[in-house]
């Protein structure tokens, strides 16, 4: 079956096509996305502005229009942290429910944790053992950590490069002042979860997902996308410490000049270096290899569970 997921996120709306089958891993068939950035447009830092709320409308007839193009059976759509942390998040999406008639609604932190854990251990299979999964998105964090496909803890932090980013830094590069808060805040936010995950024992694989991780593992030597999904890639905690000292001193112009990193996302590369940085320290990892796979292909997977038996 062809099957078509929209996911509303922080940076990026995206609707991706696949066709499933039975026994096969979902293949790619189609992509759209636009780059919206709601959550720049959440007025007082709370609520999604009108012109955002326009933007999604825009884009949701669009994905549909598309989705129909392309001959989608079943579409899923989701949104993660910009609209579920908006006081009116929840009323905007009843409204495009009811307009658009589409069902849509928002993840709670823990449900993309655990949506990406499942996602990355379809990817690696059972002989990774115990998988501990880290994400940073626009708007948050999120760990798992399991030896199963549902993992034994999965939490969310509110430790998103864009939102860090936009509450935290007001220069270009930022101070040293600003980053050592920045830095300080990261690290206990984390801190206080690390039990959660070390109370299970050890990973025996620990691997991150997003645009944040593979731009960071790019910039450390990692093979370029252009050499496909197969090609292993790691970042290594040494590397990211240096790169996060070096980013701190570049402004977003110059960041945009390293290797595999977008003009768009190089404002929020340190606020995401920041965060993996303490990560990778505060659970004791050496290592991250990088899954192509996360939250989208999470969806997808659980979605076929339910359908096709």
Not at 176 to 181: I, K, P, Q, S, T
């Amino acid at each position: 079956m062809r099957l078509g997921v929209l996911d509303v996120g922080s940076n990026t709306v995206h609707l991706l096509v696949v066709d499933a089958h039975r026994g096969a891993r979902p293949l790619p068939a189609y992509s759209h996305k636009a780059d919206l950035r709601l959550a720049d447009h959440l007025e007082d830092g709370e609520r999604l502005s009108g012109e955002g709320e326009t933007l999604l409308r825009d884009f949701v007839d669009e994905a549909l229009q598309v989705a129909e193009d392309k001959g989608v059976e079943d579409l899923v759509a989701f949104a993660t942290s910009a609209v579920r942390d908006a006081s009116n998040g929840e009323e905007v999406l009843a409204r495009v429910r009811e307009d658009k008639r589409i069902d849509i609604r928002a993840l709670s932190g823990e449900e993309e944790a655990r949506l990406t854990f499942l996602a990355v251990r379809r990817w690696f299979g059972w002989s990774s053992g115990r998988l501990l999964v880290v994400d940073i998105g626009g708007g948050s964090l999120e760990v798992a950590s399991g030896i199963d496909e549902e993992p034994d803890a999965a939490f969310s932090l509110p430790l998103g490069a864009g939102r860090l980013t936009r509450d935290w830094f007001t220069a270009d590069p930022p101070s040293a002042e600003e980053v050592r808060n920045v830095r300080r805040h990261v690290r206990a936010e984390i801190a206080r979860r690390v039990g959660d995950v070390a109370r299970y024992g050890a990973a025996d694989h620990a691997v991150a997902t997003s645009k944040t991780f593979k731009q960071l593992a790019r910039i450390g030597g990692a093979a370029p996308t252009a050499d496909g999904p197969f090609q292993r890639r790691v970042l290594a905690g040494e590397d990211l410490t240096d790169w996060t000292d070096k980013l701190a001193a570049m402004p977003a112009a110059e960041r945009a000049e390293l290797p595999g990193v977008s003009e768009r996302r190089a404002p929020q590369l340190l606020a995401g270096a920041i965060v993996a940085d303490a990560a990778m320290d505060l659970f004791e990892l050496p290592e991250l290899e990088i899954c192509p796979w996360a939250l989208r292909e999470g969806v997808i997977l659980r979605r076929l569970d339910m359908i096709i038996g």
